[in-house]
């Protein structure tokens, strides 16, 4: 019996974690730099809708920056526009480890999401956001991924 095959290494990539484990990476993280966070914004119900913007990603169009209230770091990087809704309800970006992005609420009615950037966990620390219209939401993540609101 004879089997062939080859080495898919798109497929393969894979991220280092803190502790040493090796965890392959799948679906849209595959997109992501090896040492950058897999983050997503999720409707928190499914049949609302909301109009989200994006500013500091690492794999956003463009350039925007802003300066957060503390203890965020300066935001600088890619944007992202996208209607979350039903019919698509995430929004998936990367992060560089370390450093904040916003979440503008574009839309006319309040956005209730779910952001984490531990999306390629299993058990990820997310953040429950309500953003009213025309609002921005700071965020800023730290070496493991972990979220946190900057007020």
């Known amino acids: 019996m004879m089997i062939s095959s080859c080495e898919r290494t798109e497929i393969q990539k894979s991220t280092v ?27 928190k119900d499914v049949n609302s809708h909301a109009t989200l913007r994006l500013c500091g990603t690492d794999d956003g169009i463009g350039s925007c920056s802003a300066t957060p209230p503390s203890p965020c770091v300066s935001i600088s990087g890619g944007a992202k526009f996208k209607i979350i ?47 009213a219209p025309g609002s921005y939401y700071y ?3 730290n070496n493991s991924c972990e979220v946190s609101h900057c007020q």
Do not use: W
Not at 18 to 35: E, H, K, L, S, Y
Not at 99 to 125: K, L
């Open 17 to 43: 974690k803190d502790d040493g484990r090796i965890i392959p990476r799948t679906g849209f993280c595959d997109n992501c730099a090896v040492d950058d966070c897999c983050c997503s914004i999720e409707l």
């Open 85 to 131: 809704n039903s019919s698509d309800p995430k929004l998936e970006f990367c992060m560089v480890k370390g450093n904040s992005f916003y979440v503008r609420n574009a839309g006319i009615d309040s956005a209730f999401i779910i952001i984490t950037c531990q999306h390629d966990i299993t058990t990820p620390q997310v953040i429950n956001a309500a953003i």
């Open 139 to 141: 965020v800023g993540t």
